[in-house]
């Protein structure tokens, strides 16, 4: 008999349940279709695809990121095009305000004009001043970081300060491209161009100075590796050792306390003191100093490093073993960095001289300041005084870390700095030196004018043009000679034809008359060939000076010498140091004197160069004596020496035995360019100008010396008598000029006449000569001249050059529109390069904005690929989950229809 299989009934809520279920989750299926058709995303929501999501999330992420750098670079174009424009403003007004000048500069020019002209210029300046304060989203963009602060004010005088300073603003235009969208005024028109630099101040260190600020070197500095080193110390009762730690000190002080500490009182440490160890004891400051506090034997004291270490180093005190007894090992040298903490105090000027606290004065334009610095602290204290004394400086530690540096914030004013009751400003070298001064600052800042070609001449005795009637290879006949007074030893003929046509013969001796009506020279050296009747000779008699153009290559200190060598580090292995070369002396004993280059050692074994002179100085080269060496190229020299050097270096100056006919020098306060005449007749020269220009009167040069004898008067030894007898003098010829004593015991002392007597003849010096004079022993050559000296340092810029021009126009000066023009075409070469490197900028800017833009095309492609719905393939999506709820309901309506079964 066949089974029945059993079988179970769903109940009626079961199959609903079921079927509801079924339906619920169909339907989200067709909503969403649905939404992908209608907004044309596949993703609606994290859910629908989390590794898609995170992948368009990252996407979105990137596009706003470029998005914001898109935002900067536009910012940085709207500035960077802004400053373009407005520096091509300015230009344009350099090219008017120049054109104002070539025009005015003519001679011709009234003074009417010319005022006329300067109202035009005065404006101008008014426009540029109002351009360099542009704005953009109601910020200054010349002002550097301070651009809620106009930059550029114009006073009453012409001086226009700035206000701002010369940091950069930073944008980050894309993927690690980060650059400057502003131009500070400092680096656009030069505001900040002037500063007057310190020497090296050798700060020394105390046991308050960091060790993060030692060792500075030309990069900064490096400080103290904060690590360990072993101490070895033998004592009768056998070796103790040490291991020193000093990683968690700060400064030299904790140093020492930790060296104490780790060696329980067996070693002593502390930093040297100017007082008490360079004073008493002779030693060295600013060091740190080991001792033993007992008796040491054998090998002593002993201090290294730890293998790939150098902390003991760093500090100056690694040594091998010394000492018996009680051991003492002073450290070397640890070149602290100066900083605002640095004691004024440990500040020097030399080796061990200290700096004088009695300050200076600062004069920028008419502002002017006395500063004292006695009870100043540190070098944040002085520093301080001087920013805030109201004259329009900034002061600073100089970038190596050794000095200090003022910067001048004023256009058209000049920044000197003037010595007060001490030697603060010498000692600091920042008073500016006839000897470096460049020829442009000379005269009150009129300069020194250089000329196409020859600058001047420095016309000798006439001498003698004439023909000879006959001579032999030694002598030259001829009637010219008869008699003349014109003709002495040394001499130099010019032969202008004949058989010896373009040479040169020196005179050794003349005779006036050899019983033939005829003069008659014997030469020092035979001629090539004959003298032959008819020959035209000339004696020459001028030396045309070309100044050039100067350049120097190298400044330093002295780390040492004597009287024939010179050491230092600053020429420790340079290559551009050769033998011929002229070193001039700018502090010390030799101060002022000069030194040719004999050869050349760039080691001496101690990390110093050497030089050897070829003739010794007068005195010895001491540690820290300021030198400078000049190129042998005199083709390029600014500044005084090279004029001294061009005269006596002259291919003409010479008088044939290693002589030379006139010298050059400067007077020993370093003010004038002395002349002097060397040999008999030469000594009655005249200098001129050559070439149009006024080279020799600038330099104070041009004239004819008076000469005559000096008798004396009374007992007082600045008062003299000059023969005037055959000279033809008037009182301001001689007042205020300067006097050379020729011969006798003050032979080439020079003074200024204060005072002139033109019946008795009796003039007044200025200054006592060091020694009486002396009846019918001296002679005075006198040149009447103006001041050369320095006139301060000027920004020459824009602003400098429409000041000038200014007032070369309400003077009537065509010297100063001269320096305006040269000004006018300094600020405009600094512009053109400014609107060059703004332009390079933006081009930079274009070039990331393209980037990002094609950046942002591509992770918009990857975004939609990810995120996007294919239309048509959700239309079939949404077509087939109708058809299949379509299909769910109607099966549900049938399974869920009352049958036979649901009442069993």
Request: a negative charge; glycine letters at 10%.
């Amino acid at each position: 008999m066949t089974s029945i299989p059993p079988f179970t009934r769903l109940t009626l809520s079961l199959q609903r349940r079921l079927l509801l279920s079924n339906l619920s989750q169909a339907f989200p299926r067709l909503a969403e279709a649905e939404a992908q058709i209608a907004t044309g995303r596949r993703l609606l929501r994290p859910s629908s695809d989390p590794l898609a999501t995170r992948l368009v999330l990252s996407h979105e992420r990137a596009i706003a990121t470029n998005n914001q750098f898109k935002s900067n670079a536009d910012n940085a174009l709207a500035q960077l095009g802004l400053t373009d424009s407005s520096l091509g403003s300015i230009e344009g007004l350099v090219i008017r305000a120049r054109g104002i000048a070539l025009e005015m500069q003519n001679a011709t020019s009234s003074p009417d004009a010319r005022r006329f002209a300067a109202q035009e210029v005065s404006q101008l300046l008014k426009q540029a001043i109002s351009i360099a304060n542009t704005a953009f989203a109601g910020r200054f963009i010349f002002s550097g970081a301070e651009t809620e602060t106009a930059p550029f004010h114009l006073d009453t005088e012409g001086v226009v300060s700035y206000r701002g300073d010369g940091r950069l603003q930073m944008s980050n235009i894309s993927h690690g491209a980060v650059i400057p969208i502003n131009v500070p005024g400092s680096e656009a028109f030069g505001a900040m161009d002037v500063q007057i630099c310190s020497k090296d101040l050798y700060p020394i260190a105390d046991g308050d100075t960091r060790l993060s600020d030692l060792n500075n070197s030309a990069n900064g500095p490096l400080g103290v590796e904060l690590g360990n080193f072993k101490v070895r110390v033998e004592t009768s009762g056998g070796m103790m050792y040490f291991d020193i730690d000093i990683s968690t000190a700060e400064t030299l002080d904790d140093a020492a306390s930790l060296i104490k500490d780790q060696t329980s009182g067996v070693l002593d440490a502390r930093v040297t003191d100017y007082d008490t160890d360079y004073l008493i004891d002779g030693r060295p400051p600013g060091r740190l100093f080991i001792e033993s506090n007992i008796a040491v034997t054998g090998t002593g004291l002993t201090i290294t490093d730890n293998p790939g270490s150098k902390t003991a180093s760093d500090l100056g005190i690694a040594t091998p073993s010394f000492g018996t007894g009680t051991a003492i090992r002073v450290g070397d040298d640890i070149n602290p960095a100066m900083t605002y903490f640095t004691k004024f105090s440990n500040l020097f000027h030399e080796q061990w001289t200290r700096l004088s606290p009695d300050g200076f004065t600062i004069r920028n334009g008419s502002l002017s300041a006395d500063l004292d610095f006695n009870g100043v602290g540190t070098v944040g204290e002085m520093l301080k005084l001087i920013n805030e004394s109201g004259v329009g400086v900034t002061a600073r530690i100089s970038s190596n870390g050794s000095g200090i540096e003022m910067i001048s914030d004023l256009s058209g004013a000049r920044l000197t700095i003037i010595e007060g009751s001490g030697t603060t400003a010498s000692d600091m070298s920042m008073i500016l030196q006839l000897v470096d001064t460049p020829l442009s600052l000379l005269n009150d800042g009129a300069g020194v004018r250089l000329v196409t070609g020859a600058d001047f001449r420095i016309q000798l005795p006439p001498g003698v043009t004439g023909v000879a009637s006959g001579g032999d290879a030694t002598t030259l006949v001829s009637p010219d000679l008869f008699n003349s007074t014109e003709i002495y030893a040394n001499q130099r003929i010019y032969f202008l034809s004949g058989n010896n046509k373009g040479e040169v013969a020196i005179v050794d001796s003349f005779i006036p008359d050899n019983g033939f009506g005829e003069g008659e020279i014997t030469f020092k050296s035979p001629l090539p060939d004959l003298v032959l009747a008819g020959d035209d000779f000339r004696v020459r008699t001028e030396l045309d000076i070309d100044v050039g153009d100067a350049k120097t290559i190298l400044t330093g200190a002295a780390d040492g010498g004597d009287v024939l060598t010179l050491s230092s580090t600053d020429i420790y292995n340079k290559a551009n140091i050769s033998r011929g070369q002229t070193v001039y002396f700018l502090t010390g004993n030799n101060k002022g004197l000069t030194a040719v280059v004999d050869a050349y050692n760039p080691d001496n074994g101690f990390g110093q160069g050497e030089i050897t002179f070829k003739s010794p100085l007068p005195t010895p080269v001491l540690l820290g004596d300021d030198f400078r060496l000049s190129s042998e190229d005199m083709s390029n020299s600014q500044t005084i020496p090279s004029v001294v050097n061009s005269i006596n270096n002259h291919p003409d100056n010479d008088d044939g035995v290693g002589g030379r006919l006139v010298e050059a020098y400067l007077d020993e306060q370093n003010d004038w360019i002395v002349l002097k005449g060397m040999v008999e007749g030469s000594e009655r020269f005249t200098v001129i100008n050559l070439g149009g220009g006024f080279v020799a009167s600038s330099l104070g040069l041009a004239g004819e010396p008076v000469s005559g004898l000096i008798s004396p008067v009374g007992a007082g030894v600045n008062n003299a008598f000059i023969d005037t007898s055959l000279l033809d003098l008037r009182y301001n010829d001689v007042v205020g000029a300067a006097i050379t004593i020729v011969g006798g015991a003050n032979d080439g002392f020079t003074s200024t006449i204060s005072d002139f007597n033109v019946i008795t003849g009796e003039v007044t010096l200025a200054g006592a000569a060091p020694n009486p004079f002396t009846d019918g022993t001296y002679k005075a050559s006198i040149i009447a001249r103006d001041s050369i000296g320095p006139a301060g340092l000027l920004a020459e810029n824009i602003f400098t050059a429409l000041s000038t021009l200014v007032d070369g126009l309400e003077k009537d000066n065509s010297n100063i529109i001269d320096t305006a023009l040269r000004y006018l075409g300094d600020a405009e070469g600094k512009m053109l390069a400014t609107r060059a490197n703004v332009g390079g900028r933006i081009q930079r800017v274009e070039l990331a904005t393209n980037f990002l833009d094609e950046e942002n095309l591509a992770l918009e492609a990857l975004v939609s690929e990810q995120r996007d719905a294919d239309i048509a393939e959700a239309i079939i999506n949404f077509q087939m989950q109708q058809t299949l709820i379509q299909a769910a309901l109607m099966t549900t309506g049938k399974i869920l229809g009352t049958s036979l079964l649901d009442y069993l």
